[in-house]
């Protein structure tokens, strides 16, 4: 029996059709990953937003930028809490994310109250250097969360 051309040319169709339906139930991310997703998109717009708010050039942060930074903490803290419990690794990067935050704006009131302390050109506080260790493990996990829901 011999097909006609045109009955190939749907079987071809509907061939490519279920192989790309497969390729993208395969291909996207796990459903868990909506919330984390939701979690650094959240954080991208926070950083935008705080960017927005900071004065121009280096120096203390100002009462504006604390209260911003404090929203973003907050922010990812309540989105930390909507991880899946079916990833407890995504659960705990991100739970370890919003620890890391809120320490990141405790510390600003702090490192502002010591370097108003400190003659001018005297070296940066302790803490403002603790507030960098703290944001390198802030872009880390932020970095890890990124990775294992990439797509």
């Given at each position: 029996m011999k097909l006609d051309r045109r009955w190939w040319i749907a079987i071809?169709?509907?061939?490519?059709?279920?192989?790309?339906?497969?390729?993208s139930m395969f291909n996207r991310p796990p459903a868990e990953c909506d919330a984390v997703r939701e979690l650094l998109q959240f954080n991208q717009s926070q950083a935008a937003l705080i960017e927005s708010k900071s004065s121009e050039g280096e120096g203390l942060p100002t009462l504006a930028e604390e209260t911003a930074y404090r929203a973003w903490a907050d922010g990812l803290a309540e989105r930390a809490q909507k991880?899946?419990?079916s990833a407890p690794d995504l659960e705990w990067t991100s739970s370890q994310l919003a620890n890391l935050a809120d320490e990141f704006v405790r510390?600003?009131?702090?490192?502002?109250?010591?370097?108003?302390?400190?003659?001018?050109?005297?070296?940066?506080p302790p803490t403002f250097y603790e507030m960098t260790a703290i944001n390198a493990q802030i872009s880390q996990k932020l970095a890890?969360?990124?990775?294992?829901?990439?797509?």
């Open positions: 071809g169709v509907v061939v490519a059709v279920i192989v790309a339906l497969v390729y991880v899946s419990r510390k600003m009131s702090k490192v502002r109250a010591e370097a108003e302390s400190r003659a001018p050109g005297a070296p940066a890890h969360l990124s990775e294992a829901c990439a797509g």
